[in-house]
């Protein structure tokens, strides 16, 4: 069975930076889909970013665009979440997900598609 468990976030001031990390036992990412989504108090499920491991090709959501980067750990079993800039409209708990297979780009942003998720971590943005 695959377990995945988030951590990094806290607490930061609006233009800071966090750093979140996902790692999974049972089973590596390699050969599958990562995502990061993201849900805040009374809104629904949204996609944050996701990567395909057998390429590394990541995709972003419309508002972390250019300010989060996702990124493939090396031995496989980690993957990461480097936010820069962040706003307080970015206070939400993050969660992890996992897919075994390499999903199309189109579809990475489907949360429904996710076998495995982490319980979250939550990142608090003050103004």
């Known amino acids: 069975q695959v377990q995945l468990s988030e951590s990094g976030g806290g607490l930061v001031q609006a233009g800071g930076s966090l750093r979140l990390s996902c790692a999974a036992s049972?089973?590596?990412?390699?050969?599958?889909?990562a995502a990061w989504f993201r849900q805040a108090p009374g809104k629904e499920r949204e996609f944050v970013a996701g990567?395909?491991?057998?390429?590394?090709?990541?995709l972003y959501g419309a508002s972390v665009k250019g300010r989060f980067t996702i990124s493939r750990g090396n031995a496989g079993n980690t993957v990461h979440l480097q936010m820069n800039s962040l706003k307080p409209e970015d206070t939400a708990v993050y969660y992890c997900?996992?897919?075994?297979?390499?999903?199309?780009?189109?579809?990475?942003?489907?949360?429904?598609?996710?076998?495995?998720w982490g319980q979250g971590t939550q990142v608090t943005v003050s103004s």
């Open positions: 049972g089973r590596t990412f390699s050969g599958g889909t």
């Open positions: 990567i395909r491991w057998s390429d590394g090709h990541p």
């Open positions: 997900a996992g897919y075994k297979g390499s999903l199309i780009v189109g579809s990475i942003s489907t949360s429904t598609l996710y076998e495995n």
